[in-house]
């Protein structure tokens, strides 16, 4: 199937190592000038490197930005000041009980997962609605749906992507630009990896077994009853990205494996 993104120039933020790499490297594969990000230059190379030799003629570059304030979008958009697709994947977690998560918490999960987004969509939106033609995608959560309990604060983070995404949407009805939200569910990615591997050597168990754990008693309402491979999330999110997508806009897409009990 050609997604027609052959030559159209793709942001990816946070996408040095897991969803974001993989949409990275997916993109890059459907023929998309590909724009990595990173917080250091050592990432940032690697991760091009590691796309360029699984696919030696990608298109890819990379820009080192940190997205904990305001400069982070301040230097991307210096760098690239238009793109086709931005994909807004940069973002943090903590688990944390609620009664323990101070103000700068709250602002810094903030900043980083929706600010980071807010700004880089309100700069690029111009130009795609001057060609008529864009793509935007949040990639948030089902937890942003269903508020964990153990990290409320970045629940929150992921319902404010979903609210954004669905305003910015509404603001451009009629147009060839649509801007949705992927909600994805547990996933493998470079940091839920690390926090199960923790968990494991803590409580003296394989990470088999946590998983099994972790799905039995914090996520039971899963049907697929695995962590969802960082590949699985970024083939919709290249589909959304597509030119055949079209039709989906001011979406909520789920790719959770079932967690979020409803059936719309």
Do not use: C
């Not at 810094?108 to 864009?134: D, P, Q």
């Amino acid at each position: 199937m050609d997604l027609k993104l052959i030559g159209k120039v793709a942001l990816i933020t946070g996408s040095t190592a897991g969803i974001g790499f993989a949409i990275a490297k997916s993109l890059a594969s459907e023929g998309a000038h590909v724009y990595l990000n990173g917080r250091t230059q050592e990432r940032v190379d690697a991760a091009t490197a590691a796309i360029r030799s699984h696919a030696a003629t990608a298109e890819v570059d990379g820009i080192v930005a940190d997205f904990s304030g305001p400069a982070g979008a301040e230097v991307v958009i210096a760098k690239l000041p238009t793109v086709d697709v931005l994909v807004n994947n940069v973002g943090i977690f903590e688990p944390k009980p609620f009664a323990e998560i101070p103000d700068a918490d709250w602002y810094r999960l903030f900043e980083i997962n929706v600010m980071s987004g807010v700004r880089l969509s309100r700069h690029y939106l111009a130009a795609m609605l001057k060609r008529n033609w864009g793509r935007i995608l949040f990639i948030s959560s089902e937890s942003g749906v269903q508020i964990p309990a153990e990290m409320v604060h970045y629940g929150m983070t992921k319902t404010a992507q979903i609210a954004v995404a669905r305003g910015i949407a509404e603001s451009v009805a009629g147009t060839g630009v649509t801007v949705n939200s992927i909600l994805a569910g547990p996933t493998e990615s470079e940091g839920v990896g690390g926090f199960v591997e923790a968990m494991a050597r803590q409580e003296n168990k394989s990470k088999a077994e946590i998983e099994k754990e972790f799905f039995k008693n914090v996520r039971p309402s899963s049907l697929l009853k695995r962590f969802a491979t960082v590949d699985e999330v970024a083939a919709i999110a290249t589909y959304v990205a597509s030119e055949l997508s079209s039709a989906t806009n001011g979406a909520a897409l789920r790719v959770d494996g079932g967690v979020v009990r409803a059936i719309l």
